[in-house]
T-cell receptor, first 109, second 114 residues
Framework: KQEVTQIPAALSVPEGENLVLNCSFT??????LQWFRQDPGKGLTSLLL?????REQTSGRLNASLDKSSGRSTLYIAASQPGDSATYLC????????FGKGTRLHILP | NAGVTQTPKFQVLKTGQSMTLQCAQD?????MSWYRQDPGMGLRLIHY???????DQGEVPNGYNVSRSTTEDFPLRLLSAAPSQTSVYFC?????????????FGSGTRLTVV
């Protein structure tokens, strides 16, 4: 059974810092890995999709990496801003999508 | 706009009532899924489908039924609502294995069972 773990569960950092969110999964037989953002009371917004043949994807200040063999992914956020405050969800995709419980990020102004 | 449409957005049910949450997508995605999201529990998979006529159970299927008669629609039926089914429900779709764009999610249905 695929299990997805995100560490830390919560994180507070001062504005301007670079930060890394971690995701691990137990079964490396995945198609893709997707990172989402969720604001309180809102739906899920897709941030980055890494296909199994790729090792990383970048969008603006966000960079996500994937190491299938070790069952790990990281989401790097550069020069954090208060607007980055949200819950970040990691999800692995085989014939369904399985989520971690997320990291609640708070950027301090 | 193309995407995943969920209706209704909000619903209050009495214990024992039945209802159907609707989910429709217009992207010709093969895969569709239903999730519930509860505080501290994350997003949990209820049922999923890899194509029309094919459905399978996820992590928390009890109390819910699904069918997939068309590619576009994937309704979720609550047979006899219970307070434990109070939650936010999300529907999602994708091409096989996530395709090139990953999963797209609907905006959610907030269900309260009293």
């Amino acid at each position: 059974k695929q299990e997805v773990t995100q560490i830390p569960a919560a994180l507070s950092v001062p504005e301007g810092e670079n930060l890394v969110l971690n995701c691990s999964f137990t079964d490396s037989a995945i198609y893709n890995l997707q990172w989402f953002r969720q604001d309180p009371g809102k739906g899920l917004t897709s941030l980055l999709l890494i296909q199994s043949s790729q090792r990383e994807q970048t969008s603006g200040r966000l960079n996500a990496s994937l190491d299938k063999s070790s069952g790990r992914s990281t989401l790097y956020i550069a020069a954090s801003q208060p607007g980055d405050s949200a819950t970040y969800l990691c999800a692995v995709i085989d014939d369904k999508i399985i989520f971690g419980k997320g990291t609640r990020l708070h950027i301090l102004p | 706009n193309a995407g995943v449409t969920q209706t209704p957005k909000f619903q209050v049910l009495k214990t024992g009532q039945s209802m159907t949450l609707q989910c429709a997508q217009d992207m010709n995605h093969e895969y569709m899924s239903w999730y519930r999201q509860d505080p501290g529990m994350g997003l949990r998979l209820i049922h999923y489908s890899v194509g029309a006529g094919i459905t399978d159970q996820g992590e928390v299927p009890n109390g819910y039924n699904v069918s997939r008669s068309t590619t576009e629609d994937f309704p979720l039926r609550l047979l006899s609502a219970a307070p434990s089914q109070t939650s936010v429900y999300f529907c999602a779709s994708s091409y096989r294995g996530g395709g090139a764009d990953g999963y797209t999610f609907g905006s959610g249905t907030r269900l309260t069972v009293v």
